[in-house]
């Protein structure tokens, strides 16, 4: 985001296509350090006091359909979420905000009510918590989980009053149309893909397919998201998101004909396409895009080659959600050039490179801050800006301010040029893949092998006077994509 903000029912009847879906590669996935499941940056295994433990899981897929019915109000969700367990059995943990009717495991119903548990592990800070399977998984083992559920508000949407107040409803139906979005937010608990759809509450590339299906409407809807769109027919479409999308990615939003206004600059690559739900004066829109343009082409002096392929998406909204990054896009409150610059600096840093954990996720914005020359504050007695509690949901507000002047503090011993340099070069590393804490010192203490890169972080990230060990420059991890070993396919 730019900056911190004080702020019974019918089943779907897309069968059909819900089963046309493809059956996932389960190869697909690069694999860091583990024998099975892609878990390595996931929250880690907790013994529960009834000697059971919730376990991490890679997910693999999610597909299905979501219905729009305008004329009865509702929207109801047909979704499968396909996943591996990793190295530890146990019970599976996963995120959803909506409330779930009908749950299947590997074909067989399963009493929702029952078997899901909304727990939280976060120690100092109520995050809404995650849903955990209580079914024992083998370790290794590939399932399917089928959510059927009628969409509502997002409990995640728990900020204060004056926050839930200022929000337009993500959901709303008006004038014979629907209006749907993400509200994401980096800044409040479970503002992620789970607001609308099951998935892990950390960075975890998988294959996103949706049928996304509005009737009783006369209305023609536009669909606008970074993922790959095709019309199946009016008001009627497939949309993918491919694995290099993480929870954090997905800018999905439905507009109606009476408010959408568009302008297409594709005069060079990517192409950059401006949609507004209030702006009707398409020239504004055609100088946003100039400053869209101008945004991606200083960036690719900076850090190379434009990393999220051949389109950019800029949503102008009404719905006082502030600007806010998506892999390829953004959500701007209004044309602002300098929001422009921070938003698009994202699809390197935050949804390229993508914060492995929530609380590794002040790198992306320090970073970007820091470029945007936002006000620094010194680090004082502060916390640090990575927080021990692997369970926390939301990136700390400071770590705009003291992560500006970390990297300013950083810049001031390696230099401006070296720093951009290093952090060039750390994009290129990890694009398309979770980067932690741990990894950004790693590349910034062993591209330089400056002490102080590891004094800066003990100070600023770790906590004054923490005592770290030398990253080990020759561990960096390999990347092998040899197939997950299936030990078993049913719960037991
Ligand atoms: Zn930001």
């Known amino acids: 985001m730019t900056r911190p903000r004080p702020t019974p029912k019918a089943l779907l009847a897309l069968a059909g296509l819900f089963a046309a879906l493809s059956a996932c590669d389960s190869a697909a996935e690069d694999h860091w350090a583990s024998t099975c499941g892609f878990t390595s940056y996931a929250q880690p295994v907790v ?7 919730a376990v991490p899981v890679d997910v693999t897929s999610v597909r299905g359909g979501i219905r729009f019915d305008v004329h009865a109000k509702t929207a109801t ?29 590997d074909g067989v119903a399963v009493d929702a009510s029952k078997v899901l548990r909304r727990v939280d592990f976060a120690e100092a800070q ?45 959901l709303s139906f008006r004038k014979g149309e629907v ?40 209305a023609a809807h536009r669909l606008v998201s970074n993922g790959d769109v095709t019309t199946l027919a009016n008001n009627h479409w497939l949309l993918r998101l491919d694995s290099t999308h993480m929870p954090t990615a997905p800018m999905i939003e439905i507009i109606g004909e009476s408010r959408y206004y568009t ?94 954990q929530p609380r590794d996720a002040w790198w992306d914005e320090a970073w970007v801050a820091y470029s945007d020359a936002f006000d620094r504050k010194d680090f004082g007695d502060d916390r640090p800006l990575f927080d021990r509690d692997p369970w926390i949901r939301q990136t700390w507000p400071e770590a705009y301010s003291y992560g500006a002047t970390f990297f300013t503090k950083l810049a001031g011993q390696l230099g401006e040029a070296k720093l951009n340099t290093l952090m060039s070069s750390f994009a290129q590393s990890y694009m398309h893949r979770p980067a932690s804490t741990a990894d950004l010192e790693r590349h910034l203490y062993c591209e330089t092998g400056a002490p102080v890169v590891l004094s800066l972080f003990n100070e600023a990230v770790w906590g004054l006077g923490a005592e770290r060990t030398v990253p080990a420059c020759d561990a960096r991890p390999s990347i092998s994509t040899t197939s997950p070993t299936v030990v078993a396919s049913q719960a037991q």
């Open 179 to 218: 209006r749907w979005f993400f509200p994401t937010s980096d800044l409040s608990p479970g503002r992620y893909a789970e607001m609308w759809l099951p998935t892990v509450p950390w960075s975890d590339g998988y294959d996103v397919a949706l049928d996304l299906l509005i009737t009783n409407s006369d």
């Open 47 to 53: 013994e529960l006091p009834n000697s059971h433990q």
């Open 263 to 356: 302008h297409i600059d594709d005069s060079a690559s990517p192409t950059i396409e401006v949609v507004s739900d209030y702006i009707t004066n398409l020239d504004r829109l055609e100088d946003f895009a100039a400053d869209v343009r101008a945004s991606i082409n200083k960036t690719i002096d900076r850090f190379g080659p434009y990393p999220q392929g051949d389109r950019f998406t800029a949503v102008l909204t009404n719905t006082r959600r502030g600007a806010m990054e998506y892999a390829g896009g953004a959500t701007f409150d209004s044309p602002d050039a300098d929001t422009a610059e921070h938003e698009v600096m994202h699809s390197w840093f935050g949804r390229g490179v993508t914060p492995a």
């Open 77 to 105: 969700a047909d979704i499968e979420m396909r996943f591996q367990v990793g190295d530890d059995g146990g019970w599976p943990v996963f995120d959803l905000r909506q409330s779930v009717d009908h749950l299947e495991l």
């Open 126 to 170: 109520d995050t809404g918590g995650v849903l955990v399977l209580t079914t024992t998984l083998k370790p290794c083992s590939i399932h399917t989980l089928r959510f059927r559920y009628t969409l509502t508000t997002p409990s995640s949407i728990d900020g204060t009053a004056e926050h839930i107040a200022s929000l337009h409803a993500p």
